[in-house]
């Protein structure tokens, strides 16, 4: 006879390129479910703490790169909520390069969806992860979509967005982000616009749920 294993929560990667549309794929996952019943956690909330650091300093960091992430306070958080304990989740403001003296209380959830460029490039954080997607978009179409969008809401100049690009968002892709889609359960091109993948992933969520009960 196998002993029954104890419950987890089941952790959803939602990995890719910066602009390929894994926010928009997991809040479409997440807003689906309006009553609550599912946790979304930003690998972007979890960059490191920069208050110490001036503006000057903060520009200047490669954000694209492994060690520009807080990953042992993400993986922490993590553990605990598969322990069904409450984390005290960051806020990230983009316009500060910092996180905001604020954080969220996050009750666990059943199912987590964790979001972020690097999320599958740290075995031990990849490892607590049972669904990994890879949102596949083409590159000159992420491109496009940073510009606007870093512009619009992240306080950018067009020449910053730029420079930023071909420096360091470009390099680090390659190297770290794009061979992470090896690990991947599922790809999904195109991202938030193709509904077949999400609405498979909705349906995945909801099967889960249902088993448990909630
Ligand atoms: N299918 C799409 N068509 C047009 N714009 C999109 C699409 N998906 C995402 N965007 C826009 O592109 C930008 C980046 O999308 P987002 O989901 O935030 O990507 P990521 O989380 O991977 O950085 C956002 O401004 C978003 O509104
Ligand atoms: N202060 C910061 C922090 C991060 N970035 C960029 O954000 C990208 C990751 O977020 P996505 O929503 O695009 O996945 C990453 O490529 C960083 O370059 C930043 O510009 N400034």
């Known amino acids: 006879m196998t002993e029954e294993q104890p419950a987890k929560p089941i952790v959803i990667g939602v990995t890719g390129g910066t602009a390929s549309g894994k926010t928009t794929v997991s809040r479409a996952i997440f807003d689906h479910f309006a009553d609550n019943s ?15 650091m001036t503006m000057a300093q903060r520009r200047a960091v490669n954000y694209d ?8 306070r993400l993986i922490a958080d993590l553990e605990k909520l598969l322990h069904y304990q409450a984390i005290e989740k960051p806020v990230y403001d983009y316009k500060l390069f910092n996180r905001s003296t604020e954080t969220i209380l996050q009750q666990p959830k ?28 083409d590159d000159d179409v992420r491109v ?27 390099p ?3 190297q770290f982000v794009e061979p992470t889609k090896r690990y991947a359960d599922l790809i999904v091109p195109e991202g938030g616009a193709n509904q077949v993948a999400v609405d498979l992933l909705i349906t995945k969520v ?5 088993q448990r009960g909630k």
């Open 38 to 52: 599912i946790l979304l956690l930003e690998q972007d909330a979890y960059y490191n703490d920069q208050t110490e």
């Open 65 to 72: 790169h492994p060690l520009a992430f807080d990953t042992p």
């Open 110 to 137: 059943e199912v987590i969806i964790v979001e972020g460029v690097l999320i599958l490039d740290d075995p031990r954080l990849r490892d607590l992860m049972d669904i990994k997607v890879f949102v596949d978009t």
């Open 144 to 170: 496009i979509r940073r510009i606007e969008r870093d512009i619009k809401d992240r306080g950018r100049t067009l020449e910053s967005v730029i420079t930023q690009y071909l420096t360091t968002v470009k």
């Open 172 to 174: 680090m892709y390659h």
């Open 206 to 210: 909801n099967s889960i749920l249902v």
